[in-house]
């Protein structure tokens, strides 16, 4: 089966990637070497060009740090809600279901989000859309601070979700079309570098509110923690003032037809559909699966460290461990997201995504199902490994998705791609949480669905022979 696999891709390779990214010829991987370590193509980028990396970058920087604010206030936020005792055993599992059917619920309207706006950005332009989709996500997360219910808490999260979903497709298609196509592949790492930044953010607000601020009271601490989410609207200003639409997006805008999604399905574009899809899905549900859960795994380690050394394991306690986990996790996301430079380079985009999903699916089988009598600082560095992986992968979509697809339509298809498997994707952040709430210990189901979750991966090497190879292409018109 491997060996047919093998030829399967090393004969799709043979047809797309006789050249390098600079467009020399690439007869081995390890002539990729030097012009990787060489002069960086993003030091050759002028003003405007990084004017319009950086605006990209906090938009989704922010996305990220708006997307994931519950994730780390559900255990304080979710009993007081329902007006459960904080920490109790009723009140950890209600933390489970609720935190994996609000992801999924931010997860559909990402998806929808992303589809929308999508399509918009390739109407009205990119930074119009970027300051639209982020004012929308800001006021949704500023507004959850004051929901009185946990009705209304979805109701505006489902608010800020769509804000969310459309920025990504409006970022990557502005930087894609605004570098050379030499410095594509760094510019577009680069850009989801902001999302572990994203992360650390979200980890640092909330442990200095409800960690340290008002640790001793956390049934009001996280309503603070939302308010933050404000901050990306008086950021989203600023980007409009100084970020212009793309020349190439405005040239395309002149001479070419409107977009329209039923074009992603034409026999033109029918490939290239299909495999920015397969990829993002497979990533899509690996990562939210396992994600999604890290704030309520850290509290539950915690607790269970703690008793058996006899301690009470205090506010301050599980959030320092919440947020030492997740720094661990995004850290190994931040290297993972740089290395998809060189390995899209030597590798290609095809082998890439085939060695992130294998050590993908190798570190969440050690860490659910291998090492869960492993004590907190092994688990802080085995989530470094999932973050390397897991998260890591992510850094390849920023360049690979914009090119797959011409100009007109790089914003819809992109955002189509990225986005509309979070339709599927939210189908599993509730079930791990539903069927983790179900075990009589909650910590314990959370393991066992999760390391179901590392067979996930593997679906994504089965995909490799209808993936796209990219390497050395020149971004379409």
Known sequence: MLQSLWRQMSSRDSRTTFKSDSGKNAGTAALAWPQ????????????????????????????????????????????????????????????????????????????IGGIVFGKLCDRIGRSRTLLLTMVIYALGTFACAFAPNIGVLVLFRLVASLGIGGEWAAGAAMV?????????????????????????????????IAGHWLAGSPEISWRFVFLCGLIPALVAFGVRLFVKEPERWQQSQATAQPARLRELFSPAH??????????ALVALLTWWSCNAFIPVVAAGLAHGAATAQGLLANQTLVEHWKTTITSFFNTGGLIGTLLTIPAAKILGRRWMFALYFLISSLMLTLTFGIAR???????????????????GVFGSFSFYLPELFPTRLRATGAGFCYNSGRLITALGPFLVGSIAALKANALEGAFGVLFVVAF????????????????GRVLAD
Do not use: H
């Open 36 to 111: 990787f370590l060489g002069q960086s193509p993003l030091l050759q980028l002028n003003r405007g060009q990084w004017a319009i990396l950086f605006a990209a970058w906090l938009g989704w920087g922010f996305d990220i740090f708006d997307g994931l604010l519950f994730n780390y206030v559900a255990p304080n936020c979710v009993p007081t809600l329902l007006q459960l005792t904080i920490g109790s055993p009723e009140a950890k599992t209600a933390t489970l279901y609720w935190t994996g059917l609000l992801t999924s619920v931010l997860l559909v309207g990402w998806g």
């Open 176 to 208: 894609a079309e605004a570098v050379p196509d030499k410095a594509r592949v760094e510019a577009g790492a680069l850009l989801y570098t902001s999302a572990p930044a994203g992360l650390f953010l979200a980890t640092t607000v909330n442990s200095l």
């Open 270 to 279: 029918r490939g290239a559909t299909r495999s920015g899809v397969l990829m």
């Open 373 to 391: 009598a492993a004590d907190l600082q092994t688990w802080a560095w085995l989530y470094f490994g999932v973050g390397l992986s897991v998260f």
């Open 456 to 471: 996930v991966p593997l679906l994504g090497l089965l995909a490799m022979p209808w993936v796209i190879e990219t390497r």
